[in-house]
């Protein structure tokens, strides 16, 4: 596969240079990227072959009916092609004809060439599309290249500006439509608008039911949802135009909003390793004007998500964040996960994603230099390095691919890495002098297994011939406010050894005001070398607005090179102010209360004007700003809000300064209320208590805690409002009695802060005789037992009779004895007695009625039992060692107020021991429960709680006990890896750590794979007790071949065995000239001198890696 050669053009075409580039990705990069284990590319080097290449300059033509077109064909000779080339050219349809202006076109090397291909279609029934084939060939060399036609009548055409509307519920919106005229169509246009979706749909209408063409005015689309009926959602209009059989349309897509809001992760993308976290803030933004809480959930498959808080709340400008935390699992699979969060409030939801890169072990690779510049007809070289990333160990595979016209190989086809290890291997280039100027590439390819990666390594070929210099621009274009200046900086680069002083000038032309210099103009280039020069453009208030040009450039005697830089002078920004509101919303207020909030001003532009504020507030609400202008441009004022019944209520205020105004969003004011009302009982007989209802009902969401009270009438008796208080909205009940008839009026009031309501309630009592009945509710007692109940009968106003007791019906699950007595004579006063137990915990309601003929009075009493739950954590224990233990807690749960004293008991298998810690639990609380085996298995135990008749047992609790492991050892070095040059040595502590209790006696032993460097080991046998050293080391002979070796020392103690290995690089020998031996330190030999260091650090950290490399004399300084 050959790479079209990269060549810069001096105006947009699709290029040579593109196809080429294409022709790359589309056959190389994106296999590579799909199946990166089976893509096919060079092994090790690249060449170039003599060829040509053909392309049109229009690859896509529009043509007429009954008309012409044309594009010109240009020929290439590549790698030094020359000869004749011959062409045809043929069309895929009937009615299309390709005429060549040349068949034959000669072509020299390095040279190109042309023809001409003209396209005529004619016929009554031409193809919409066509395809025009031009084969070019010489001799065992052809090629081809592919026109596409598209025959085009006259028409027209409809777009919409903008094409997406949206407005809220009672809103509307406005798009242009324009009809053009396409390929000289010219007719009239009828125009409709047709609206789709869901329930009712928004109005839509167009300001012209037709139009004319060419010449056509601009149509407006206006579309309305003011209809109640319009809910909010997603909806289309169809604009059609038709004109005969000729017809276009055009969308306009139409959202009416709601109240909503959004989420948004930052980062969104986590980069976690396999057993680590990390997390990203989760926001909740306010869209349309949403507020209330919004619930938060995070899901996903792989991976363990979390969110904290798992609500928000949220408002206009009042946003609410919440931090998702992101765990992988130890063992989890490289590769990219996501975690879905949702979010929810009300039938409103939301979600956004997380998106999590758990990444595997890899490598990357780079080339230094990263571009080359060679002549044609010389080489250079790059240095391809790879290093591991995430532990990566193995060998890289390097294969090329080149540019024709470059050839290319590569040192080493095969780089082994070690985990976190680099490798490199070098990339040499050539350039044949066939080879024009331009730009090439050479893409190297490493693989290993399923990873691939590439370095790309641009060549800039350049000619041999004939000294030169560039001159470049940072940028192409530069704004420039009127009146200001604005800096360019353009940098000169030696060509082919090119050396002189290069002058620089601009010349913006005679554009009033516009001036260029340099800084400094004259710029002195070594050969190779690079030189940079500040261009200013300076305008004045004259300046025109627009786009204007100035030509830079660069002289040195024959030499001339010019750019040019585009100048757009924009006009400075306006002066003028913003006004806005803190805060927008206000409240609750208190009917009468004042509020008051902040009116800010901001100078924008140097603005220094005087605004004059006025307040708009909807009716009912009192507005005032103090002051009512503000002077200088930026300031503030203060609006203070009051109105006398609880409502929403709006106000906005307007800044005006001359022609400018600017409004405040709209600030809401929320005054809150309550009523009352209270219930006048039905008539009761003296001593029985009569009950009133006292209701209290929020006016705009009033939700203030109001506390009641009463003010009763002598001989009148109240107890105390059930409840006290109540919030917002409720009711609560007040219970009066009284011996004497008579009717008593009682004013309640409810009050909250400065609010205040009162209702009167009637309280009536006659002379009739009658009884009151009482109840007692028992104290709590365990489930299984029995509690007891006291019922009270008193006789009223001379009662006499007996009254009958009844119980029924009872609650579910509550099992009660029949009262006694069940019917009672009164007066004197009477008592009787009902006793209920339960088999579960819970609080039972009983109604107790007393009859006597028509007279029937009740009470309720509560029955409460209690229980409690046990429960074992974990319920698997182990794997522990014989001799040492384990735990399990255990856990006492009360249930509806059960308060007894648990007493614990554990009930082990044979062999195993446990105990408990404490003993027993009051109420609910843990007890630690501890295990232990002199003998390996797997033992169970379970654990009693008893309290009274009240009795539970955990689950079994399973217990895996073993035998320790065996004793052992394991070896190590402090150096796991080294480079030594030839004929230098190195050294590196070889570490051997007792496991389990180990001593005896390691014999140790060395090996060198291939052979060439020598390995010994001090001493060679050691006695282990908590762990010891030995020193490996290495000496490399100056007749060593460079390249990878692998060192192996192993360590024995009978039929245990374990070794390590150390990779060792052999590089070339030094060219540095010898340095001078280092001075004492301390008054010892330098080398001496570490040593003992290197001594006393394995002494005190206790087998620590001392790595002590050694050159050999005079030079004493350590070679890394």
Sequence with gaps: MILKEIRHSPRPRISKAALGLATIFCLILLPVFAQPSHAILPPVSCTSVADFAISPDKPFLEVLVDGTNSSGLELTSINGFSGTILLSAAAASPGVTATLSSTSVPLTAGGSASSSLSVSVLGPSPPIFSIITVNATSGSLFHTALLYVHVVKPGFSISADPSFLEFPPGGSGTSLINVTSGFGFAGHVALSAEVSGLGSLPAASLSHASVDLPGAPTVTLTVDATSPLVLPGYYSVLVIGASGPVNDTASVYILVTEPGFALEANPMDLTILAGFSGSSSITVSSLKGFSGTVELTADSFDLVASISPTSVTVGPGTPGTSTLDVSVPAGTSPGSYFVGVSGSSGSVFNGTS????????????????????????????????????????????????????????????????????????????????????????????????????????????????????????????????????????????????FSGLVTLTANAGSVAGLDASFSPNTVLLSSGGTGTSTLTISTTGATPIGTHHAAVTGNSGSLSHTTFLDVSVRPGPTPDFTISASPTIKGPLDPGAHGTGTISITSLNSFIGTIDLNAAPSPGLSAILSPTSVIGGSGTSTLDVTAPIAGTYTVTVTGTSGALAHTTAVITVNVVDFTITASSPNPVAAGQPAISTISLTALNSFAGTVDFSNSSPVGLTCDPFVPLSVTGSGTTVLSCSSTTAGDYPVTVTGTSGSLAHSATATFSFTNVPDFSITASSPSLVNIGDSASSTITLIDLNGFAGDVALSDTPLPTGLTCGSIAPSIVTIPPQATATLSCSATTAGSYAVTITGTSGSTSHSKTVTFNFGDFTLDASPVSVGPIITGSSGTSIITVTSQDGFIGDVSLTANPSAGLTATLNPPSVIGSGTSTLTLSATAAGTYTVTVSGTSGALSHTTSVVTVTVTLPPPPDFSISASRPSMSIQAGDNAASTITFTSLNGFTGIVSTSVVVSPSGPQASLNPTSLTLGASGASTLTIAVPVSTGTGPYTVTVTGTNGSTSHTTTIAVTVTSPSTTPPQQAASNILGLDPTLFYILIGVLAVAVLSGAATVMVRRKPPSLQARA
Excluded: W
């Design 354 to 497: 997380v998106f999590v890169t758990v990444p595997g072990p890899d490598f990357n690779m780079t080339a230094n230099p990263e571009t080359l510049t060679i002549a044609a007809g010389s080489a250079g070289s790059s240095t391809i390095s790879l290093t591991s990333v995430y532990a990566f160990s193995g060998d890289v595979s390097l294969s090329l691919l080149c540019a024709s016209g470059v050839s290319a190989t590569i040192a080493s086809p095969t780089v082994h890495l070690a985990a976190g290890g680099t490798g490199s291997s070098k990339l040499d280039v050539s350039v044949s002098s066939y080879t024009p100027e331009g730009l090439y590439y050479v893409f190297v390819n490493g693989t290993s297994g399923s990873r691939t990666h590439f370095a790309f390594v641009p060549v800039s070929v350049t000619s041999v011939s004939t000294s030169d210099f560039s001159l470049v621009g940072s940028v192409s274009s530069l704004d420039v406010v009127q009146g200001s200046s604005g800096t360019a900086t353009f940098t000169l680069t030696s060509l082919n050894g």
